[in-house]
């Protein structure tokens, strides 16, 4: 199977909890077991890489009070997953604007990528206050700084902050959604793209199977002619 690296927009948390009569808050804590159910069934399939998209640049325009939620469920999990996370043989990366995330979740996040750094059996990167214009006008930025004006695409991918990652092969969006929502715009040039009516929630093994179904019927041309 050529699909190594599957990325996932996880979208619907909040209608979730509504349709349930909950506070949006319900709807992000029943968002972490499709998380773990998707890096289990990833490394069952031996996918090399799963990028899960988290919070994005412009999710900081919620109101204080669903952001603190979020981002106190987030220390609580990786409190407890990283380390089985670690167990798997799994590496853990994360990508995204550290500014703003405050010092208790950085040294979280620093120690779960030290701790895993030398893991191969699969590769978790988490998008967290990550937008995709950001990706691109930091990267553009950083060659401005540098006084280096001739970029040219292998440059820019050694420069933008996802440099390690390798180019989505296919980009899962729940939530019943058509969009990107400034997801990796770089790296998804030329990503398969599953867009699922399930609520993230409710996401499971057999509709993350669908979409690698969709991803091994596509014919993938980047461009080219296919004989
Ligand atoms: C995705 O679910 C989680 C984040 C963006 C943090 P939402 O919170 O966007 O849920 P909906 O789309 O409002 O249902
Ligand atoms: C995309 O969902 C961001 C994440 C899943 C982290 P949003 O709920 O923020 O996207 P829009 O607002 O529906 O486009
Ligand atoms: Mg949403």
């Keep these: 199977m050529n699909l190594r690296h599957i990325a996932i927009i996880m979208d619907g948390n909040g209608r979730w909890a509504k349709t349930r009569g909950m506070p949006r808050f319900m709807g992000h804590r029943a968002g972490i077991a499709p998380a773990r159910i998707c890096v289990e069934h990833c ?102 700084a540098g006084d280096q004006f001739n970029i040219s695409e292998d440059k820019f991918n050694e420069a933008i902050s996802t440099h390690s990652f390798s180019d989505i092969d296919l980009l899962i969006r729940t939530g019943n959604e058509n969009r990107i929502s400034n997801f990796g715009l770089w790296q998804l040039a030329y990503a398969e793209i599953y867009f699922s009516k399930l609520l993230w929630p409710d996401f499971n093994e057999g509709e993350l199977d669908k979409a690698i179904q969709l991803f091994e019927s596509a014919q993938r041309r980047f461009g080219g002619v296919y004989e």
């Excluded at 981002?71 to 089985?84: A, M």
């Design 43 to 144: 490394v069952k399939l031996k996918v090399k890489e799963l990028s899960l998209f988290m919070f994005s640049t412009e999710n900081w325009s919620r109101p204080q009070e669903e952001i603190s939620a979020i981002f106190d469920l987030l220390i609580k999990t990786l409190g407890t997953e990283v380390k089985k996370l670690h167990d798997q043989g799994i590496m853990v990366k994360f990508v995204g604007q550290r500014e703003g995330l405050g010092d208790k979740l950085i040294n979280i996040m620093k120690e779960a990528e030290r701790l895993t750094e030398q893991n191969k059996i699969m590769r978790l990167n988490l998008a967290l206050s990550y937008g995709g214009r950001w990706d691109i006008l930091q990267t553009v930025k950083s060659f401005i």
